[in-house]
């Protein structure tokens, strides 16, 4: 089992994740999970918004690894310095990703660079039961759907069809629009989709308001999420109630000046998962924002560094 991310900026997301999955990755109730966490550095070597200027990033990313025994592996980028889309840059690494993934066939679970898990995640009553779990997107009223980059599982060796992952752009122009034909056809050949068996593929919307319908198939689990500013706290998941840290935790969101009509911009996925969001800079909101929200962050979920 490994644990995959791309940072590009900020060295105490590594910290957060590393010491929060050690807490709450568990392969069964009571039982740790053993596993290998893996940074793919893709910081930038050349100024650039997502490190707001600052090249030694690349370094201290690399450095944080060491300190925590954590491989890094360097995300080849420099090319990125061209005049290319944040979109096609993050697709380029993601498919450098991916080729990794290939070549050393494994059980994988990929989250973005500043998601954190805040509660247990049992992998033998969730993902471990599928070939892959995903976070589906859909463009022009349905007719694009594809996988989200941001947070997957995938049981390389199950998953059938696997020559046809690509997270290149596509026709819908945004990170992993290539995926939409492996989706297709996963869904064709086992009959699953909409909750019913039907093949047919699930709608975005369903996903996120009808919390008590299932839409997993035989291979594939549909992951759900409470998305940027359409939630607050009357929509707060029980389980994180009960943690010893909601009250920190609630006020982080509520005190989030990224918030917009009292709605909360951070995201929950699956119950279990915190998206701090954007943490890549590619709002151009400047590290100094980013770098106060994750320390204040890193106190509430990480209490004893």
């Known amino acids: 089992m490994k644990i995959v991310t791309s940072v ?33 550095n893709d910081a930038k070597p050349f100024a650039d918004y997502s ?9 201290k990313i690399a450095d944080t690894c060491s300190r925590l025994n954590i491989q890094c592996i360097m995300v080849p980028n420099e090319h990125h310095k061209q005049q290319l889309s944040a979109a096609i840059r993050c697709a380029d690494s993601m498919n450098y ?19 954190f898990l805040i509660d247990y995640l049992y992998l033998d009553n969730t993902y471990f039961n599928y070939s892959c779990a995903l976070l589906l997107q859909s463009r022009n009223e349905y007719q694009l ?9 995938f049981d390389i060796p199950k998953i059938k069809n696997i020559h046809l992952l690509n997270w290149n752009e596509g026709r819908g122009g945004d990170v992993g629009g290539m995926t939409e034909e492996w989706l297709k056809l996963q869904l064709a050949s086992e009959g699953g989709g909409g909750g ?24 594939i689990y549909f992951i759900k999420h409470l998305w940027s500013c359409s939630w607050n706290e009357s929509e707060m998941p029980d389980n994180l109630k009960l943690l010893d840290n909601y009250n920190e935790l609630l006020t982080f969101f509520k ?9 909360f911009y951070c995201e929950i996925y699956d119950n279990v998962f915190l998206h701090y969001r954007a943490g890549g800079n ?12 994750t320390e204040k962050l890193k106190k509430i979920l990480v209490r004893d560094m």
């Open 255 to 263: 005190e989030d000046v990224r918030n917009v009509n009292n709605n």
């Open 51 to 59: 490190n707001d200027g600052d090249i030694t990033l690349r370094t």
């Open 97 to 115: 990703i991916l080729s990794y993934q290939l070549a050393f066939p494994d059980k994988y679970l990929l989250v973005d660079s500043d998601m």
């Open 282 to 293: 590619w709002n151009k909101e400047g590290m100094d924002l980013h770098n106060k929200l």
């Open 8 to 40: 590009v900026n900020n060295p105490t997301f590594i910290e957060i994740q590393y010491h929060t999955f050690k807490k709450f990755l568990k392969l069964s109730k009571g039982e740790g999970e053993e596993f290998e966490f893996i940074v793919f």
């Open 196 to 219: 019913g068996g039907d093949g047919v593929m699930p709608k975005t919307d369903d996903l996120r308001w009808k919390k008590n319908q299932t839409f997993h198939t035989d291979s």
């Open 145 to 153: 759907n594809y996988i989200w980059n941001g947070i997957y599982y």
